[in-house]
């Protein structure tokens, strides 16, 4: 099965996590619900390496998120 | 008492014999009449037993156990020697009766070390004794019974085990010169290691079966060795080895390994098996199979075999060889191909498909044909219930779960040998103690899909693909499960790696070894072990291509100590910032570093850096707040550990430094609010100033190297040269006269040059840097064996570096420890940087004081090999002089040449400039 590839970038809280996302060819979300997507990969994450949580959380760029989506899905 | 005992037929001169016979059951000392010694053969009667007592070490010519007598160790530091030059009583050596008692309440040692070359013999009447250690030069000895014992140890002399059947948990050998006759013996032990020099083995028809766990067998590299008769059968469980990587070929009659109802059972190949019989290789079951392997991954070892006999296994690194057979495509439970191998033809790869259901790797149900071979492709989509175990050590080629949302757990160490997929909506649990093992050998990718790989006790994730590349596809995400041990681990061990520019999470990185790899990293990894550990692990980096565009963060606090050993290789940023985090970091190896940010919001942290050796920072971004330093130190108290910040001033404060060298005049402004503890040079203690300073210098030199007649120097790092800044290149060409400049650094202009009496001459070059200049060369006329260079960049000009004034001196004749620039020359103008360039006819070593607030350029922290320079940037007119003084008397000879800024420009502090 074919799958398209979503890299991302989420910048929050001083933190800067660079991912990607896959999706089956043909079944590619939408961008908010990929940026969903990539929100929460980076909140598991944040959980992972901030219990106890070390630095306040700040409120999500989404706009960075968005960007980079669709950056990402422009070259689809 | 001693008893005078006839043993043969004889005139009496010669026919008695004394022996020393034990009259109590005692201690050894007090058993006998009087304390045996070597030359007494000793006999220890019924119903006595005698007991070795610990760190005793009994005597003995010979040694006798009557039926109904007793031998106690009570140590493993109870010993018996027995023998000494004359052979014992009746050509024994040892003789226990059958119904004597022989104690081991520990393992001590029975050494036989007569140097008499008369063959004496021994019989152990059958009991299990302790260890047995033949060590007789020139000796003799022939078994008269079975042998039973721990460590079977032989040094010297000749043992012929007479056939007869031997245990020993170990057989191993010393370095003299001895001659080993198996016969047609039966030998149990589970190690065999024969390596060592000296060693002749007879011609045999012997067995030696291994069948504990881990059996070795292993035999010396010199020729002489005869094993070509011999029957090896390794049974034992786990892995079972055969030769290391110093032997030679190993040739036997017959091979055969056969392996236990395991799924980790192997055989490690340290060298080329021959076998001239049959080599049989025979996993338990289809499940339960034997990995054929090298014991360097990577490197192929050659089986040769008349006959191959096989069943259940997997091979990697194997060349298959000889007369034998070596298609096993059809063999009993298959051949699987781990890569690597040549010669042989294995089962068809086939495409396995699981299906569902609460099922082990192992099920053979739940797969389209069978178990996956090393060889076959895995595709575990199915989205009905399932939890799937994985408990086989071999998963398969491409691992691929895409697709799949159930349970996979992972129960063993388990290794792939291709890509590795996991899938976003399946739930991923590693079995916490094992390490996965991603081993192909041609391009693959692997995927984490956002899960954590949650793992202890050293485990995690490993790279060992010879020729291989991983390239990740998304960020991983290895934690450990504990926060007390290094795990969670990335390991490089062999191959390449390139991470994609992700945000990996590791708990800690291993890149250490010997190994071809290559690790290229763009991405920000983040490290959050918060054990005391080597979070990032580059020790050793022999074999290793590393590039670090990206950056490295340390991200969780801890009150720990955490240590950098970084092997002195390049890396992008290094961030240790988390608040709350007072655990120190170490940085060991000498290393160069783009960007070093360390601070600490609510805390005060230490830096700590190994003595010794040079960190070298562009950007040191090192910063506490007040009442929370931020301290910089060595790691050893009263040594200094270098830095080298090169770039432009950073901009630090609020630190506590200590036994520091900042080897770049004029760069290390520690602040206004910094502490200065001790032992710092070149370490200002005040808030940075808008002053010319040195942006980096590289040097080189040959020392007691004899006819150099060039030399060029290219800065480290890669570093190049800005547009508008000053190069000076200065040159030492110490121990005689040169002769002509037949080449001068291309575009330079020369300031000066100087020497002593026949030596230590010394040359300055400038240069108005175009921008882009890296390597600068010399070359000139005659073979001098002390010679060094210096390339230097001063920055901070507003306007043109100008040549304003020089000065120069020389010791003459004589040999000195101190000489100054010269009588002083006045600049004409400010700002202005002074260098000062001092020459000997060998080094100038050691530093005890350069004057008027000079600092010192480069190598301080040892010896300095070459010449030795010095700045100061000055902010006004007039005489300029500088004396160095040293502890080695030399000719020497020095210059003084001061650059002014022709902008005009004033100084101030940084950033209130004119």
Known sequence: MALVKVPFTVSQGGWEYSDALYYEQGSVPSASQIQSDAQARFNTWLALITEPPLLPIEPPIASQIASDVTDALGGL | ?914
């Open chain 2, 1 to 914: 008492m001693a008893t005078i005992t006839a043993t043969s037929t004889n005139n009496w001169a010669t026919a008695l014999v004394a022996t020393i016979t034990a009259t109590s059951t005692n201690n050894w000392a007090t058993a006998f009449a009087s304390v045996p010694t070597a030359a007494d053969d000793v006999v220890i009667p019924s119903p006595f037993t005698v007991t070795i007592p610990a760190a005793y070490t009994a005597l003995a010519r010979s040694f006798t156990v009557s039926n109904g007598g007793g031998l106690t160790f009570a140590a493993t530091t109870s010993l018996l020697n027995i023998g000494d030059a004359t052979v014992g009583l009746g050509n024994i050596a040892m003789s226990i009766g059958s119904t004597a008692t022989i104690t081991n309440t520990a393992q001590g040692v029975i050494t036989f070390k007569s140097t008499s070359t008369t063959q004496q013999s021994i019989n152990t009447g059958g009991k299990t004794l302790p260890g047995v250690t033949v060590d007789g030069v020139g000796s003799s000895y022939l078994m008269a019974s079975t042998l039973t014992c721990t460590t079977f140890t032989f040094n010297n002399g000749t043992f012929n085990t007479g056939s007869f059947a031997m245990t020993p948990t170990s057989f191993t050998s010393g370095t003299g010169t001895k001659t080993l006759t198996l016969g047609s013996s039966s030998i149990s032990c589970n190690s065999w290691s024969m390596r060592t020099t000296g060693t002749t083995i007879t011609a045999n028809s012997a067995t030696i079966t291994q069948s504990s766990t881990t059996p070795q067998f292993d035999v010396s590299a010199t020729s002489g060795n005869n094993y070509g008769g011999l029957t090896l059968f390794q049974s034992g469980s786990g892995n079972a080895q055969v030769g290391t990587t110093s032997t030679p070929t190993i040739t036997v009659g017959t091979y055969n390994r056969t392996g236990t109802a395991a799924k980790t059972d192997s055989l490690t190949l340290g060298c080329n098996l021959t076998v001239t019989g049959t080599c049989t290789v025979n996993g338990n079951s289809s499940i339960n199979r034997v990995l054929v392997q090298s014991l360097t991954v990577g490197t192929a070892v050659t089986i040769t075999a008349a006959t191959v006999s096989t069943s259940n296994s997997d091979w990697m690194d194997i060349t298959a060889a000889g007369a034998a057979n070596w298609n096993l495509s059809a063999i009993t439970g298959n051949s699987g191909d781990c890569q690597g191998n040549t010669g042989i033809t294995f089962t068809t790869a086939a495409t396995q498909t699981f299906t569902s259901g609460t099922k082990s790797w192992s099920d053979v149900t739940v797969w389209t044909s069978r178990v996956p071979l090393p060889q076959d492709d895995v595709v575990v989509n199915t989205t009905t219930a399932t939890t799937l175990t994985i408990d086989m050590p071999r998963m398969g080629k491409n691992v691929n779960f895409t697709g799949f949302n159930k349970t996979a757990t992972n129960n063993t160490a388990a290794n792939v040998y291709g890509s590795f997929t996991l899938a976003s909506g399946m739930t991923w649990s590693m079995n916490n103690t094992q390490t996965m093992t991603l081993r192909g050998r041609g391009s693959y990718t692997v995927t984490g899909a956002g899960k954590t790989w949650s793992v202890s006790n050293n485990s995690g994730l490993a790279i060992t693909a010879p020729g291989g590349t991983y390239t990740a596809q998304d960020a991983l995400i290895l934690s450990s499960s504990t926060t007390s041990s290094p795990s969670g681990i990335l390991t490089l061990n062999n191959g390449t790696f390139v991470d994609g520019g992700y945000s990996h999470t590791f708990t800690s990185v291993s890149i250490t070894g010997t190994a071809t790899r290559t690790l290229t990293k763009t991405g920000n990894w983040f490290i959050i072990t918060t054990a005391a550990a080597t979070i990032w692990n580059a020790t050793t980096t022999t074999g290793l291509t590393f590039t670090d565009s990206g950056a490295t963060t340390i991200s969780n606090a801890s009150v720990s100590s955490r240590t950098w050993a970084g092997g002195g290789l390049t890396y992008g940023t290094l961030t240790y910032t988390v608040a709350g985090s007072t655990g120190s970091l170490v940085i060991s190896g000498s290393n160069y570093f783009d960007t070093l940010n360390f601070s600490d919001a609510t805390n005060a942290r230490t830096l700590s850096l190994t003595a010794l050796v040079v960190q070298t920072v562009k950007n040191f971004n090192v910063i506490g707040t007040s009442g929370k330093l931020m301290t910089v130190n060595s790691t050893t108290g009263g040594t200094q550990a270098q830095l080298a910040l090169y770039g432009p001033v950073d901009t630090v404060d609020f630190l506590s430094v200590q036994d520091i060298n900042s080897s770049l005049p004029y760069k290390f402004y520690a602040g206004a609010n910094s502490t200065n503890v001790s032992g710092n040079t070149n370490v200002i203690f005040t808030a940075p100033v808008t002053q010319l300073y040195v942006t980096w210098s590289s040097d080189i030199a040959q020392i007691n190297t004899a006819g150099n007649t060039t030399m060029s120097v290219t800065p480290s790092y890669g570093h190049t040269a800005t547009a508008g800044t000053l190069l000076i290149f200065a040159v030492t060409l110490g121990s005689a006269n040169p002769g002509a400049i037949t080449s001068a650094p291309t575009g330079y202009t020369q300031v000066d040059n100087n020497s002593a009496t026949g030596a230590a001459y010394t040359y300055i070059y400038y240069k108005i840097a175009a921008g882009g200049e890296t390597t600068a060369s010399i070359s000139w006329t005659n073979g001098i064996t002390n010679v060094s260079c210096r390339l230097t960049e001063i920055a901070g000009w507003v306007g043109t570096p100008t040549l304003d004034v020089k000065d120069k001196n020389n010791s003459g004749a004589s040999s000195v420890t101190t000489l100054s620039t010269g009588s002083g020359v006045s600049n004409t103008a400010q700002p202005a940087f002074a260098y000062a360039y001092f020459s000997g006819n060998s080094t100038l070593s050691t530093l005890v004081s350069i004057t008027n607030n000079y600092q010192e350029e480069r190598l301080q922290l040892v010896a300095n090999t070459g010449g030795r320079s010095f700045g100061l940037p000055l902010s006004s007119t007039g005489s300029q002089t500088t004396t160095f003084t040293w502890t080695t008397s030399r000719t020497a000879s020095a210059q003084l040449v001061i650059f002014k800024d022709a902008s005009g420009h004033t100084l101030s502090l940084m950033g209130v400039g004119s």
